[in-house]
Structure formats: structure tokens, C-alpha cells
């Protein structure tokens, strides 16, 4: 045989996912190579035959008698995440990617060499096993062992105890995450139910799915930071982008009634409970509808999603009790930053009037926002915090809105909502602006707040413009984002917890 495992343990290896010394991974690199003396500890022989869940669902109904007469062979592999030795018969808990099984090995019932193997093997340690169903004497299904392979080595000692995993290293290592909690494989259960259900609630409604630009020569679509790359064949610098949202109004143009987007945006900026530079967002165009369309559309998507994955409509969230049932609280953006967040009514049309508000509340001032941005900061910090259940906040100020279609009544207020639900923004959306002069002048405006100093303000998208002079029908599209739908139908605190493998700072 091949000795497979050559090298000891890494020289600075830590010990606090094992919840052990350097010695227990000394042990183990040991044993691994005297097992690879024998046998290869790493085959790709074995081929499962049955799933864990699919075992339970069929055999677990049957007494233990219609079980033993249904002879029921098994053929599984998985992870041995428990073991109970007594000698000459062992006990194991086996886990798969669908559940969890008992193994009961004895000596007398196995060959000498399977039983060899069984005294050799680690918890964490993947292996195949054929053998017959059977139910113990407290009605446990478990599976009588005739064959025992060794499928995967496991070379680093899993956590004794899951507390000993922290938060952390959860982030970290979520490969360990995954396997120690049910609660972690929950969860991303539940976001992939969740994606696919938004996917086909779009199909259904004739919606197309289409992929735009990652990188792209001009980031628009959303005020924000982008990262920048280089492009070394084309000798130009590319953007990654912050939205797809120009590109999608383009296929508009081009005649794709309804379409959708469902993939990454990257955006440069901090990190937080709520933020993640690389997230998940839908964004989704149709033509010939209106901002009141899309909040119906909304309502609808996410308590269907709800109810898909959950069995219901009523949820909880972070101890709150909360309703997502039809129909949803709507209120103006600046009713809303008066009667909720507590501004005086002068505040809403005069800049420093508003600016006081802000400094009274602790916002952080700035004397180069405009009047609609200085009410967003009241709003983020006194408005915000209060929708609990869910809640459109409409006709937000043209001045923070420059892709959104003016309000034919108020030309200085947008058809535009924005979706709060348990204090945070999880959608965007509008009646889009196709008059490309007023686009155009809206793009001059954000270009001037760049040239002032403003990081996220919307650069000059040429091409867009000339898109929109073909003409675009009258359309409305919004965002939804997608890992904070998921924090919300999971009760997860934060945005990393619903992210595989969140972005964090460098380990030390």
C-alpha cells in the first residue's frame, strides 16, 4: 500500500475547535499513518445507496417485528459524529447530509478485518456501512453492521462540545459550523427554499431570468462605493458592480417585458449585522406597471415565501411577534419622518431647520446634503428603528431618488417605496424614469455631489442615456435583498449568519 499521510501536524496547530492539546493531533496523525500502511484512507470506491431521511420516512413507521421480517437491507455513508464502545459491540451515531442514524456494530458479525477497523476509527471520521435495518428495544431505527469502510480520513479532532466553537470560528470555518449544528444546516436549508421559491413565484408571472455584467466600465444603478480592478488585455479599469439595475432597463429597451436578476452585488463599504461587501440581491423589471404594482407583487412573493418554507405567515423575529399577511401599512416618507420620527413640520421643506433636527437626534451632520438627504438621516435614525411589521415608506425626495420617476401631482417627491420590516430596509423600488433628459440631469446632479466630496454618488452612465432616447416603455422594478429575507424567515441575528463564508478581517 501507498502510505497516504506523510507529514505530521501543521507546527502551529491550534486546539480550539478539538477543545484539545497539540497531542490529541500528534495521536491522530499517528494512527492515520499506521492506517495507511493497510489500507487507503482517502478510496473512492464506496457508493451509497440509500439516504438517511429517505430510511427514516420508509422504515420508521414499521414495527420492530415487520421491520426484522422485511429484511431490509442498507447501504449509507456518512460521519461518525458519536461512538459508544463496550468491548466486543459498538454503538455509533452516523449523520449524512440528510440526517442521523444508529449504528450497532458487534464483533460475531462482523470479519476480523471490519472489526479491526472499527476499533481504529475516529469520531469525525467518514465512513461507508452495509448492513440491515432494525429497531432496538426503545423503538430506535438503527442499522446492523455487516461491512464497515473507512471512505475519509478525518485528520483534525472535531469539537467535543459545540460551545467550544465561538461565534467566530462559526464565520471562520463554517465547514466545521455545518457540522456540529443542525440549527447552521437549518438555515441554509431554508435560503436555498427560499431562492427557489422567489425564483419560480417570477417564472410564473412571465418573468425571464437573465445575467448582466459582474464587471462593468461604469458602476451604476446604485449609490455606492465600488472596488475597482483592471482589465490587462483591454487596458481599462472595470468596477464591480454595486447593481444590475441599468443593465436590466436596457433589455426594457430592447423588449423584454418582464425580466429578473438573481446573483451578487459587491459594494466597498463597511461591515455590520446588516451588511456584507458581496450580497445577494433580486432585482426585477416589468413594463408597463407602476410602483403600487410591484408593492402588491411584493406582499404576495414574500408571504407566499413565508408560507412555503415555514407553513405560515405568522412569524417571530428576534423575540417580535410579526405578521406577514396581506395587506401591508403604507405611509409617506415625510408623514412618516413627522409623525413617527418626531421632526416639526418646518423641518420637511427647510434645509436648516431639518439640520437641527438631525444634530437634536445625534445624527451626524453635513453641510454639504441636501435637503432630501438630511431628512433620510432623520429618517434612518428615528423613523427606521420603529417599522416592526411590515411597512411600504412611499414618495421619497427626488434629490435621493435619480432613477425613479417624479410623482406627477409633487415633482419634487418620486414614485418610490421603500419595503421595512423589523427595523430594516429589505426592498427598493419604483416607477422607473424614462425621459433620458431628466436622467441625464440627474446623472449631472450626482456627478457634481462626487466632485464634492460624495464616495457614493452616481457616476455618468453615457450609454444608459442613449438607451432611454430609443425609449423605454413606462416600467417599474425594484431590489429585494435576499440575505436579509433570509435573516428575517430564519430568526438570525445578523447578516453573517445566513452568508456561507462572510468577509471578516484577517486572522492574527
Known sequence: ??????????????????????????????????????????????????????????????SAEDLEGLGQKVVVAGRLMAKRDYGKSTFYDLMDPTGKIQLYLRQDRVDPVCFDLSRQLDIGDLVGVTGQAFKTKTGELSVLVEKMELVAKSLWPLPEKYHELSVELKYRRRYVDLIMSEATR?????RSQIVSYVRGFLEERGFLEVETPMMQPIPGGAAARPFETFHNALDRKLFLRVAPELYLKRLLVGGLGRVFELNRNFRNEGVSVQHNPEFTMLEFYQSYADFRDLMELTEAMFAGAAET???????????REISLKSPWRRIEFLKAIETL???????????????????????????????GKILAKIFDLAVEPKLIDPTFVTMYPADISPLARRNETNPDLTDRFELFVAGRELANGFSELNDPMDQRRRFLAQVAE?????????YFDEDYVRALMYGMPPAAGEGVGIDRLVMLLTDSASIRDVILFPHLRPEK
Not at 418554507?309 to 423575540?319: D, K, N
Open 1 to 62: 500500500m501507498t502510505k497516504e499521510i506523510d507529514a505530521g501536524p501543521p507546527v502551529a496547530a491550534e486546539s480550539e475547535l478539538a477543545g484539545d492539546s497539540s497531542q490529541v493531533l500528534e495521536a491522530r496523525f499517528q494512527k492515520s499513518a499506521r492506517l495507511a500502511e493497510t489500507r487507503p484512507i482517502f478510496p473512492n470506491t464506496f457508493r451509497p445507496k440509500d439516504q438517511i431521511e429517505s430510511l427514516r420516512s420508509r422504515l420508521g413507521p414499521l
Open 186 to 190: 437549518r438555515v441554509f436549508k431554508i
Open 309 to 319: 418554507v415555514l407553513g405560515t405567515t405568522e412569524i417571530v423575529y428576534q423575540g
Open 341 to 371: 420620527g418626531g421632526a416639526p413640520a418646518e423641518a420637511l421643506t427647510d434645509r436648516e431647520k431639518a439640520l437641527a433636527y438631525l444634530a437634536a437626534i445625534g445624527g451626524e451632520r453635513s453641510q454639504t446634503d441636501s435637503l
Open 450 to 458: 462626487r466632485e464634492a466630496g460624495d464616495e457614493e454618488g452616481m
